[in-house]
Structures are given as structure tokens and as C-alpha cells.
């Protein structure tokens, strides 16, 4: 790896991503490719010294010709794509730019990955990494085994199906053209700089607000969560050590129920900011999300076997330190909800439940 390029590296692991290979990498030039989406903020990314080996470009991975002109003139060896839309509740509502980001967008960057590796003299460096879910695998029951890098795709969401659709893609490309690549399929992230439409910061910022604390349906869905720095280092080691060709499951090994995890933060909460009453008297149960995934659940053996990672955070320590950042970090909050029409999203997504179906 000399010359990184970064798609979606502006929005909330890519943006996490960017600061952990700058730390851990200190000769890496590194690019980040990012169309500053709603979800994608340079906020983000503020902290970070103004150094030559870091540039960002602002772009969209489904203008094919921009995208291919990036990585000739920056002389990419290898593409970490995260850039995607990534919300469930977006992708019910408007599933449009799911196809094009994630299905179009992906098959772009493949495409001028192919073209910059084909034509290159040192084929053996280069890397095509690409981001992916779980949510690919569908939805367990609770007796079900954990996912597996063999379970069949079976994804549910306009969100997972587009994500498959990408996987699919990036497999293709290695098996019929060669191109080197790896996949990781992680669980859901949680931690700084999370954009507060996704569970756990929405929770947090609610609370904070004395705004009720939506949970769909009866809470119970199961979901296996990482803490954001692991799935970066994770993703590193796949980078270094990973086999071509291969996917590697990463998750957290902890299996909450959403309810278990609205009532954690709550306790947090009560604990660093305690308010007049207890926050867990703001939960209120709300319409379910259609077609609602009820568990998920990720069996992480080959890539502690074959590579040795294995999550440093507990669910316990993660949470805690995320609720403790996002205390620390009002004035980020205060500029991404004042921003992207936050608030219509909010209205959008929780005062119309019913009419989504
Ligand atoms: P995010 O929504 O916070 O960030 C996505 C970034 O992609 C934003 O910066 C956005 O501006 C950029 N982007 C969107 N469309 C683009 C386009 N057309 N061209 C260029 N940039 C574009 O997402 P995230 O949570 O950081 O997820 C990153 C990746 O990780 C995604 O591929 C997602 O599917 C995957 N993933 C996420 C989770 C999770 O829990 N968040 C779990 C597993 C995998
Ligand atoms: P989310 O953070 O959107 O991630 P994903 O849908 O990719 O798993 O949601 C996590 C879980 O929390 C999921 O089961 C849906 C549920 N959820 C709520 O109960 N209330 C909410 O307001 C949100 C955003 C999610």
C-alpha cells in the first residue's frame, strides 16, 4: 500500500477509518473520495492536522469518468470503498439512490479499479477492499447459528438487497477479470461520529432533548454490535494479512435486544447526566419497520483463527465511551442536526410510521 484511496471516507467509519490508517500507516498517501451526502461531513474529520499525505476531494462515485481520472492521477494502489448509503429506514422510504450509489456506484469504482490495475506494472500491490453488512444474510431466528462466510445471501431491505447486489459485483471482478480484492461483511457499528439517524446516537440525542425514545415493534430484534475502532482495525488486518479472493465476517459477539440496548444507554445517562427522572421513562414503543429484521448474529471464527483479530471493547465499555463522547461533543451535534434537513427526516421517519407501510 503507497497510494490509498478512501471512497466514503466522510462519513461515520469512513471518517474513522481516515484518522486510524493515518495513526497506524505514517507513509501512506491517503485520498478520500467523498460526495458529502447528508451523511458525509468534513466535521467529521476536523481534528485532523493539516498534513501533505491526506487530501480530500469532493466527488460521486457514480460519475464513472471522475472516479476514473482520481485514481490515475493520485496512482491508486488500493481502493477502500466504503461510500454508500447505508440507512434501513432510508432505503424504505426512497430506495432510488440505494441502486445508484450501491449498485452503480460500486460497479464504477470496480470498474476504474480494473482499468488502473490493469494497465499497472506492479499488479501483485494492488488491493480492491470493499465494505460490506451483515444485514446481506437476512434475518435468524433465535435458535438460529450465526451467520457464516458461507450462509447463503438472503437480504430483505432495499438497503441489504443493494448491498448483496455490490458483494455479488466485487466477487465477479476477481473471478472473472482476476482483480484483487477482499470483502468484510461487519456488524452493526456504534461509536463517534455516528450521523444520529441510526439507533444509538438517535437514543443519546433524544434523551438529552427529553424527546420519547422510539423503539419499533416490541424492542426484541436481536443485532450484534461493534464498537467503530475494532471493525477499523479489523478491516487494516484484512488489508495486510487477508487472503485474496476471501471474505471475512467481523462482529462484536454480543447479541442485545434493541430494548436492552435503549435501557443501557439510559442507565449511562442517568449516571453522567442525570436529569429530573430516570431517561428510561421516555421509551415508548412505535410501529414496527416493515419487513423488519428480527437477528442478527455474526460467527467471527475465521478471521480469529486465520488473522487473529478478535474486539477489544465489550459492549459494556463501548457504549459507555460512546454516551461519554457524544457528551463531550455538543458542539459537533449541534452543527450535523442543524444541518441536511436532520429535522425533516425526523418527522419524515417518526411521525408518519403507519403511512410508510
Ligand atoms: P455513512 O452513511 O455514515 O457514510 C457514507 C458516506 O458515503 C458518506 O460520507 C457519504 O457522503 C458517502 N457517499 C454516499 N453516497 C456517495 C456517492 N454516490 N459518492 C461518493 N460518496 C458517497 O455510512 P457508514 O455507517 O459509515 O457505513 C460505511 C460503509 O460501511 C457502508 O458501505 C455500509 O454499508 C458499511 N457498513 C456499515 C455498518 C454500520 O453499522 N454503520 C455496518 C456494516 C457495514
Ligand atoms: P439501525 O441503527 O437503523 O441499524 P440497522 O437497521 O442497520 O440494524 O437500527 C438498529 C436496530 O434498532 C434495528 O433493529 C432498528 C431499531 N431502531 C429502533 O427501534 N428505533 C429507531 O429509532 C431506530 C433508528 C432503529
Known sequence: MKNVLITGGAGFIGSNFVRYLLRNEPDLQIIN?????????????SDLPNIERYTFIQGDIC?????????????IDTVIHFAAESHVDRSIVGPASFIQTNIVGTFNVLQAAYNTWSKSENKNNFRFHHISTDEVF????????????????DPRSPYSASKAASDHLVRAYYHTYGLPITITNC??????YQFPEKLIPLIILNALQGKHLPVYGDGKQVRDWLYVEDHCEAIHLVLKKGKLG???NIGGENQPTNIEIVNMICKFLDELKPASSPYASLIEHVPDRPGHDRRYAMNIDKIKNELGWSPKHTLANGLRETV????????????ITSQNNYQNWLNKNYQNREEIK
Open 33 to 45: 473520495l467523498d460526495a458529502l451526502t447528508y451523511a458525509g461531513n468534513l466535521e467529521n474529520l
Open 63 to 75: 460519475d464513472f469518468s471522475f472516479v476514473k481520472q482520481t485514481l490515475e492521477k493520485y496512482q
Open 138 to 153: 437476512g434475518s435468524l431466528f433465535s435458535t438460529d447459528p450465526a451467520f457464516t462466510e458461507i450462509t447463503p445471501y
Open 187 to 192: 456488524s452493526n457499528n456504534y461509536g463517534p
Open 246 to 248: 476471501e471474505t471475512y
Open 324 to 335: 461519554e463522547w457524544y457528551l463531550s461533543n455538543i458542539d459537533w451535534v449541534n452543527l
